[in-house]
C-alpha cells in the first residue's frame, strides 16, 4: 500500500512539467565541487557551489544519473563521483583499491553509447581522465583545494569552460542514460512479478537508500533491504524475498527522497519520525499541512493560524469534496532503525475526512488563553510541553506516532499522552496554554469515546461554573486559595501550588484540610474586606457539592483537576484586565 501511493505520487508528479521530481534513470544531487574544463580536458577552475544557509554551507542540487547501490566493493557512478573515484586518490593507504576506483569511473563513461561519446564535453572529460598528468596538474595548480581534497572526499562532477550546466546534463549524454548495459556494476535478478505495479520487470536487487530520515544514515538508508542469510526465504536473496520491478523501486525511492528533501514543503519532523504527507491528485491540503502541524518560521509567525483558518473555511464551504471527492491522502511516519528505516505510522483516507479530521483536533485543543498566546498549537510544541526538560529529544518516540494516528483517525488520543502531561505538570507545577489544551482535548475526546458518568461532563473552552466534578471543582478551589495567599502576601516567591499541587491533585484529603485552615489565615490579612468577603463567597461557591474530599482521584480526575486550576486562574486574569483596562 506505502510503495503503491508512494508509485502513484511519482506518476502524478513525472507529468507536471513544473515539478522538481527526477526522471527516470536521474537524482537530484548535492554537488559541492565542479571542475571546469577546456575542450582540451585541461582543469582552468574548481568551482564551488556551496552557499551558506543559516550556519551550515549547503552545495547545490544537480539533476545527475542515479547512483548506483553500494556495497563493500568497487562501484562508480556515471559523470560524478567522490574525490577518490574522480581523482584516484589514496586516503586510506590502499594504492590497489584507488586505482580500481578510479578504472571503474572511467569504465562506466566509456560504457556510453558511441553517440554520447561524440558529445563535446563527454570529449573533454574522457581527455581529462585519459590525462596522466591531470591529477599533478590539479595538485599544483589548486594546492588548497587539492589538500581539502584529500581530507574530506568530496562529491565532484565536471562542466565546460563557459557552460552554466553540468556534462551530465548536456541533452545528448542525457538521452543516451539508460541505454548502456550496466548489468556489470548493478546486476539485477531474472524477470519476476512486480509486487508494487502487478506486472513482470526486472526485479531490483538492491534499492536505492532513503535520504533525509531524521536520525538515520548520512549515506541513506532502506525500506526494503535483506542484507543477512537470515532474513532471506525459499533460496531466495536481497530483493528477490520481495519482488519490486525496477521501475516501481526508482519510482517509489525517488518519489520519497523528494518529499524529504531538506527544503520540502511536505515533510514535518514529528519527536523521532520524519513525517511526510501527499495526495493521490493534487489538493490545497497538501501545501498546508506542514503550516498546520509545524513551526511557524520567524518570517511568517502567523503562518499557522492563516493555515487552520483556511482549513476551516475549505470544510465550510466544501471544497474537499467538490470534484474528485475520493481523492486519497497519504501521511507516513519515518524513523531511523540502524541501516533500515521502520515505519512509525501510516495512514490513508480522503482528504475530505482528513481535514474534517484535523480541524476536529484544533476544535479538542481550544482554550482560554493569554492575548499574546497563539490560537493554535502545532503539533511540536504540544509534544514538547510535556517533555522532561523542555527537550525534543525527551518525547517518547511511541507517543508521537500514536498522537499524530490519534489526530488523522479522529479517534482517542493514547492514555499514555494524558499521563506523560500529568506526570510533567506534577514534577513542574506549571499548567501553562500548551499543557492545559492537551489534557482538556484528551478527556473531552475520551469522554466521546466511553461511557461516562454524570459528572464527566464536556470540557468547556473557558470556566464552566456548573461543572460539577470533584476534581473540577476542586482544581477551581485550589486556584482559589493560591489566590487568597499571593493577595494576602504580595511578592511571595513560592505559593501553595509548589508545595502542595501534587497531592491536592491525587489525594486531596491529605492536604485540603491544612489549606482551608491556612486561607483563613491569608483572608484575615487582606487590607481590601470587600475582596476578602468576595474570595469566602467564591470558596462558598465552589466548594457547593463536594461533601468529603476524596481520599484518591483517578488520573482522568487529576486531568480534570488541572483544567479547573487553569481555568479559574484564567479567570482571574480575565477580571483583572478587565477592571484595570481605561474606557
Keep these: ?19 522538481a521530481l527526477a526522471p527516470a534513470g536521474f537524482e537530484w544531487k548535492e554537488i559541492p565541487f565542479v571542475l571546469e574544463l577546456t575542450p582540451d580536458g585541461l582543469v582552468v577552475q574548481i568551482i564551488d557551489t556551496r552557499e551558506f544557509q543559516g550556519k551550515k554551507l549547503i552545495a547545490r542540487r544537480f539533476l545527475v544519473p542515479q547512483s548506483v547501490k553500494k556495497t563493500s566493493g568497487v562501484a562508480a557512478n556515471l559523470l560524478w ?8 586518490l589514496d586516503r586510506k593507504g590502499s594504492p590497489e583499491r584507488s586505482k580500481l576506483q578510479r578504472d571503474a569511473f572511467v569504465q562506466r563513461i566509456e560504457s556510453l553509447p558511441i553517440k554520447a561519446k561524440n558529445d563535446a564535453g563527454l570529449v573533454a572529460l574522457l581527455r581529462f581522465l585519459g590525462n596522466a598528468e591531470s591529477v599533478s596538474s590539479i595538485e599544483h595548480k589548486f594546492p588548497e583545494r ?23 546534463e548536456r541533452p545528448l549524454i542525457q538521452a543516451s ?41 548520512s549515506s541513506g538508508a532502506n525500506i526494503v ?9 525459499f533460496g531466495k536473496v536481497q530483493g528477490n524475498n520481495a519482488p519490486v520491478g525496477q521501475d516501481a523501486a526508482f519510482a517509489y525511492t525517488t518519489a520519497l527522497n523528494h518529499l524529504l528533501r531538506r527544503e520540502s514543503r511536505q515533510r514535518i519532523q514529528v519527536a523521532d519520525a520524519s513525517t511526510v504527507f501527499w495526495s493521490r491528485d493534487k489538493c490545497a491540503l497538501e501545501d498546508e499541512l506542514v503550516a498546520l502541524f509545524g513551526e511557524a518560521g520567524k518570517d511568517n509567525p502567523d503562518e499557522g493560524s492563516q493555515a487552520v483558518a483556511n482549513l476551516y473555511a475549505a470544510i465550510k464551504n466544501g471544497v474537499y469534496v467538490q470534484g474528485k471527492s475520493d481523492n486519497r491522502f497519504y501521511v507516513l511516519g519515518l524513523a531511523p532503525n540502524a541501516a533500515r528505516i521502520s515505519i512509525r505510522f501510516f495512514h490513508s483516507g480522503t482528504v ?12 479538542d485543543l481550544d482554550i482560554e488563553r493569554a492575548a499574546f498566546d497563539k490560537p493554535h498549537l502545532p503539533l511540536f510544541r504540544l509534544l514538547v510541553s510535556i517533555a522532561s526538560l523542555g527537550k525534543a529529544d525527551n518525547i517518547p518516540p511511541n507517543l508521537a506516532g500514536d498522537f499524530a494516528r490519534a489526530i488523522l483517525t479522529a479517534s482517542p488520543y493514547p492514555v499514555t499522552l494524558l499521563q506523560a502531561a500529568i506526570r510533567r505538570i506534577r514534577a513542574e507545577h506549571e499548567i501553562n496554554y500548551p499543557r492545559a489544551a492537551l489534557v482538556k482535548a484528551i478527556l473531552n475526546r475520551q469522554r466521546r469515546f466511553q461511557l461516562q458518568t454524570q459528572s464527566d461532563k464536556e470540557l468547556t473552552v473557558s470556566l464552566d461554573l456548573s461543572n460539577a466534578n470533584a476534581g473540577y471543582r476542586l482544581g477551581r478551589l485550589f486556584a482559589v486559595l493560591e489566590r487568597a495567599q499571593e493577595r494576602a502576601n ?6 501553595i501550588r509548589d508545595r502542595y499541587y501534587g497531592a491536592a491533585s491525587s489525594t486531596p484529603v491529605a492536604v485540603f484540610s491544612n489549606l482551608m485552615k491556612l486561607k483563613n489565615h491569608h483572608i484575615a490579612k487582606l487590607e481590601n474586606k470587600g475582596e476578602a468577603v ?21 488520573l482522568t480526575d487529576q486531568g480534570r483537576f488541572a483544567i479547573g486550576y487553569y481555568h479559574q486562574r484564567q479567570a482571574f486574569y480575565t477580571k483583572s484586565a478587565a477592571t484595570t483596562t481605561p474606557e
Design 1 to 19: 500500500m506505502i510503495l503503491q501511493a508512494l508509485v502513484e505520487y511519482y506518476n502524478r508528479k513525472a507529468t507536471d512539467p513544473d515539478s
Design 177 to 217: 542514460i539508460g541505454t548502456s548495459d550496466d548489468r556489470e556494476i548493478a546486476p539485477t535478478a531474472a524477470p519476476g512479478f512486480c509486487l508494487v505495479n502487478g506486472r513482470v520487470d526486472e526485479i531490483e536487487r538492491l534499492h536505492t537508500s532513503i535520504k533525509g530520515v531524521w536520525g538515520a544514515q
Design 534 to 554: 468576595n474570595l469566602e463567597k467564591l470558596i462558598a461557591e465552589v466548594m457547593d457539592g463536594i461533601n468529603d474530599f476524596p481520599t484518591h482521584m483517578p
Design 146 to 168: 587539492f589538500t581539502e581534497f584529500k581530507e574530506t572526499n568530496p562529491v565532484v562532477s565536471f562542466r565546460l569552460v563557459g557552460e552554466p550546466n553540468l556534462i551530465a
Design 225 to 233: 533491504s535483506f542484507n543477512l542469510d537470515a532474513f532471506n526465504s
Design 490 to 495: 504580595p511578592g511571595l516567591n513560592a505559593t
Design 352 to 363: 475530505a475526512e482528513m481535514a474534517t479530521n484535523i480541524k476536529q483536533h484544533f476544535d
Design 81 to 88: 563521483e567522490t574525490a577518490e573515484y574522480v581523482l584516484g
